[in-house]
């Protein structure tokens, strides 16, 4: 693999450990956390919700790292990953509950901003976007 190759690379791979590392805390440590973001329908399923979506978030980074001949299709699976779990993200913010140092309406208003931003970097980082436009 040339240099370029490798750099074009970077984006992607972070995005992939991020995922895996956070897949890996849905299932340990930050799962008490992670329960606090399950929207308040599935308040009955919380455990099997943040297990689960922790066992997918690892598959996806892992793929992100592993699989880079599937990268656009990967892309495409994470960017809808981060577009379904954006629901617990705006229930956090409406039912005004605290996890990860958001204990503020305003953080929990800020941190809705960033959820594109992991859209796109999932668009992006694999080339799903460039793909798309190139139909």
């Known amino acids: 693999m040339s240099v370029k190759g490798f750099v074009q690379r970077i984006p992607q791979m972070v995005l992939g450990f991020a995922l895996a590392y956070a897949g890996i805390g849905h299932l340990t440590t930050s799962r008490m956390e992670f329960r606090a973001q399950v929207p308040t329908v599935f308040a009955d399923y919380a455990d099997f919700v943040v297990l689960a979506s ?26 809808a990953f981060f577009v379904a779990v954006f629901w617990g993200n705006i229930s956090q913010y409406v039912n005004g509950v605290d996890a990860f140092g958001l204990d503020t309406d305003t953080k929990r208003l800020v941190r809705l901003f960033f959820q594109p931003l992991l859209v796109a970097w999932a668009l992006l980082s694999t080339g799903a976007w460039s793909a798309w436009r190139r139909k």
């Open 54 to 79: 922790g066992v997918v978030e690892i598959a996806l980074g892992v793929g992100l790292i592993a699989l880079w001949r599937f990268r656009v299709q990967i892309g495409w699976l994470v960017a």
